[in-house]
């Protein structure tokens, strides 16, 4: 069999992004569609504190504060792209439980 050399390269705009969760489906085309999201809590839209002589402020309220899901990309793969991803993972997964540290080891 022949043989082939793979080069590794980050695009411009390559960036490691904090995830939490995904959310997606099934397109028409029967590609799986997700987002990548980090969740979160909001910062407030506004406090109020009480404010005595020698004493630092205490918050006594607080308003518009939510959790949010922030989606940080989309993501379009086949199901078969899909499946070995998720077997990858799953085996990341559980070296990572066993104490197996490595690089970047393998892939998808």
Do not use: C
Not at 11 to 32: F, H, K, L, M, S
Not at 37 to 60: A, D, H, N, T, W
């Amino acid at each position: 069999m022949p043989e082939i050399k793979i080069t590794f390269r980050k695009a411009p705009d390559y960036r490691i992004i904090p995830i939490t969760g995904a959310w997606g489906g099934v397109n028409p085309q029967g590609e799986i569609i997700f987002d990548l999201f980090v969740e979160k809590l909001e910062i407030p839209e506004s406090v109020q504190l009480k404010v005595e002589p020698g004493r630092p402020p205490v918050e006594i309220a607080r308003e518009g504060q939510v959790h949010v899901r922030e989606s940080q990309i989309g993501v379009v793969v086949r199901p078969d792209i899909a499946r070995s991803l998720g077997e990858w993972l799953i085996q990341k997964a559980n070296e990572a439980a066993s104490g197996i540290v490595g690089g970047g080891e393998g892939h998808a």
